[in-house]
Structure formats: structure tokens, C-alpha cells
């Protein structure tokens, strides 16, 4: 990529001592490893919206889908302060291109999900949203989001890494003058990264690009991109995987040796049975990529949709 993702992200998870407390929340992947491939916008909506550091903790109170923001101590009610500066702040976001956002859990402004609610007796409910997390989602519903805890998951972080980066790559094509022939080299690149996803979309968006002189092209691309965020929102399972990968295998089929088709479905095998990650397989698909010079695979997202120092497909 000619540029780094920008991403925003809760300010704390930076290192940043913005918390109630003037802490910090600092996550050294996001920063130290992930840090190298994005460019962070950092926002702190506590401090932004004028609650001052330190000072006294926050939650929500009241009806989990438009809750109130209370003071812990003195209950003293700062929800239209919250709401009047998150709907300034979603609107200055438009202009910084943002790719994702990586929210903080558990917070009464950035949670994603799962935040407490208390009701008016004080007991607590995990199913409320962040005031801030809220009014991001809802003015940018096609941008990736994530939270710091979830990120944990390494099927989360990957699935939301990949997103991220599809979603520049797109960015890349789409922020320039609408072309069919873009569109069409942007389909066929990412053609098994969507299969991986979604054999429904993969479809879909197949007979999307193959029927597209049928709507004006500036639609059309509006439409593509609705689609491709719905297919990598769905994460990538073994099966869908091990489909992929006979796809693959099939490209080389007047080429390998019987012993370089044998090693290969030994390798398979011992992904299927979770033995070795996806890497495995994947490494050798590479290694066959390469000595047969297969031209279409070469470019296809799917083999290298990520920068291999950020360790994904790793996991067993």
C-alpha cells in the first residue's frame, strides 16, 4: 500500500493517561506491532468533552438503548454534554478517511458491547453501548470496529485486521474516478479472499460485477462496497478455509508431481485435524506460486491479505 491505514482509537489504549483515574490503558500489540502498518487517530471522549483529568467515574444508567451518563458519586447527569460533543466530533471524523476504530471495553463512552447498565435500583446489566462507540457506529455503520478485549481473540483480530486493510485497498480504487476495468481488476484480485468469507457473497457480487452495465457505475460501486463489507464481517472458519484451499490446489494440477500433489494433501490434512495453522499450507501454496509461475494466484489478495509481521493465521 502507498499509505498506512488510518484507524481511530481510544486514546488510553495509546499509552495516553487520560483515564478517570489519569491512567492509562496501554496495549503494546496495538502500539509496538500493529502500530507499524496503521496511523492512529486517537480520541478520548471524557477529556474531549470537558470532564477534565482526574475525575470522578462514570457509567450508564437507565434504558440500555439511549442510557444516561452519571456521575458515579455525585450523580450528577453529563449525557447532553456527551451527546453534544460526540455528534461534533462523528462529524469532524469524515475528514480523516478512517479505516476502523478500536474502542476501549468496558467503557460508559467507548465500550463497543457487553458495558454495564445500571437501573435505577443500581443493579447492573452488561448489554449497553458506549454514548461515544454509539454515535460512531451509527454515523459510520461501514467502518470496522473492534474493541481492545475481543481484539485479544486471535480469530477476531485477524478477521478485523483483514477488514481494515480490504477496506484501504477498496479505499484505493473507489477515491478515484469511477472505472469499470478498476472495479473488474479489484474483483478478481480479492476473488478467493471472498470465497474465504462467504461462498453466498462470492456469488452475489459475482453476478454484481458481471451484470454491472445494468446500473450507473457510481451505484454500482456503492453496492459493491456494501456487499464486501457484509462478506469479511463473517469470519473465516476450517471449512471455509480447506474449500479455498482445493481451489488453489486445483490451479496447479498439470504441474505438481505426484509427490508435490501427495505433500500437499498430507499438509491439508494436517489442517483439517488442526495440527498446524493456516500458515502451513498456505507457505506451500507460496512455494508452488512461485516455482510454476501462476500468474492469476499471484495476485489474489487471499495469499497475503495482511503483513506477515503482524503473525496471523498462526493459530491452531
Known amino acids: 500500500m502507498e499509505e498506512k ?35 492512529y487517530v486517537p480520541v478520548c471522549p471524557e477529556v474531549e468533552a470537558g470532564f477534565g483529568i482526574p475525575r470522578e467515574s462514570l457509567r450508564l444508567v437507565g434504558d440500555p438503548e439511549r442510557p444516561r451518563l452519571v456521575t458515579f458519586k455525585t450523580k450528577t447527569d453529563l449525557t447532553d454534554q456527551m451527546n453534544r460533543w460526540a455528534q461534533k466530533r462523528v462529524r469532524e471524523l469524515e475528514k480523516e478517511d478512517l479505516c476502523g476504530f478500536i474502542f476501549k471495553s468496558d467503557s460508559p463512552s467507548s465500550g463497543m458491547i457487553r ?40 480469530a477476531i483480530r ?11 485497498r477498496w479505499r484505493d480504487v473507489a477515491d478515484n474516478p469511477p472505472k469499470m476495468g478498476k472495479l473488474v481488476d479489484f474483483h478478481t484480485r480479492n476473488k478467493l479472499l471472498l470465497l474465504s468469507h462467504s461462498q453466498k457473497h462470492y456469488r452475489l457480487m459475482g453476478q454484481l460485477v458481471a ?14 462496497e456494501q456487499e464486501l463489507l457484509a462478506a469479511l464481517a ?29 505433500e500437499l494433501l498430507e499438509v491439508f490434512g494436517q489442517y483439517n485435524r488442526e495440527y498446524v495453522p493456516l500458515l502451513v499450507p498456505l507457505t506451500l501454496i ?21 503483513p506477515l509481521e503482524l503473525k496471523l493465521r498462526t493459530s491452531v
Request: charged share 25%; with cysteine.
Open 211 to 224: 451484470n454491472a452495465q445494468k446500473m450507473p457505475l457510481k451505484e454500482l460501486y456503492d453496492q459493491y
Open 158 to 168: 485477524e478477521n478485523y485486521i483483514e477488514r481494515i486493510f480490504t477496506l484501504r
Open 286 to 306: 507460496n512455494h508452488y506460486v512461485r516455482k510454476y509461475d501462476q500468474p492469476y494466484l499471484k495476485t489474489q489478495t487471499y495469499l497475503n491479505p495482511h
Open 5 to 39: 491505514v488510518k484507524i481511530g482509537i481510544s486514546s488510553c489504549l495509546l499509552g495516553n493517561p487520560v483515564r478517570w483515574n489519569a491512567g492509562h490503558k496501554l496495549d503494546r500489540f496495538l502500539t509496538n506491532t500493529l502500530g507499524q502498518f496503521v496511523e
Open 115 to 154: 458495558v454495564k447498565v445500571y437501573s435505577e435500583k443500581g443493579m447492573p446489566r452488561k448489554i449497553g453501548v458506549g454514548m461515544f462507540a454509539r454515535a460512531f457506529m451509527e454515523h459510520f455503520p461501514r467502518i470496522p470496529v473492534e474493541d481492545d478485549g475481543r481484539l485479544h481473540d486471535p
Open 234 to 262: 463473517l469470519k473465516t472458519t476450517l471449512r471455509k478455509n480447506n474449500n479455498v484451499l482445493q481451489h488453489l490446489m486445483g490451479y496447479f494440477k498439470k504441474q505438481l508431481t505426484s509427490d508435490e500433489k501427495q
